[in-house]
């Protein structure tokens, strides 16, 4: 099966995405711009690296691991999680929703979508998208971060 950002990934030097990775159902929330006419409204399903592609090219991206990375769309396990996540952020970047999202959305991951990879202590987890996924279809608005 082909990912979504296949000629991308295709171009590092290293597997991507891991081994480790597998086609789970899953519970997630992710941020998101809850207003259809916020300017960013369009990147609620796009990884960093396709919203951005330059970015790439600086300190967070210099390994092609990171840049794998950079082609998965980040998600959390519980609504709590993400909420503490974002609250995180916001300490060191007021504007942080400007940029991430406004909102939290909940939705289903399955199997179909993509792989996954494990989560880690604070509940996130990375998915890389299979060609076919639609996922905005998937989540709604459970929660407004502003």
Do not use: W
Not at 31 to 47: E, Q, R, S
Not at 55 to 84: M, V
């Amino acid at each position: 099966m082909y990912f979504k950002y296949q000629k991308y990934i295709e171009a590092l030097s290293v597997q991507c995405p891991p081994s480790d990775y597998t086609p789970q159902k899953r519970v997630a929330f992710r941020f998101i711009f809850g207003d259809v006419n916020h300017k960013n409204y369009k990147n609620n399903f796009f990884p960093v690296l396709r919203i951005k592609p330059t970015r790439k090219n600086g300190r967070r991206f210099k390994k092609d691991s990171s840049k794998c990375q950079g082609y998965a769309l980040s998600f959390f396990d519980t609504l709590e999680n993400a909420r503490n996540r974002y609250a995180e952020l916001k300490k060191d970047n007021p504007n942080i929703s400007e940029y991430i999202g406004t909102h939290i959305a909940k939705g289903i991951i399955e199997k179909e979508d993509g792989v996954v990879s494990k989560i880690d202590k604070k509940g996130h987890f990375s998915l890389h998208e299979f060609e076919e996924a639609d996922l905005e279809k998937k989540f709604r608005v459970v929660y407004s971060l502003e």
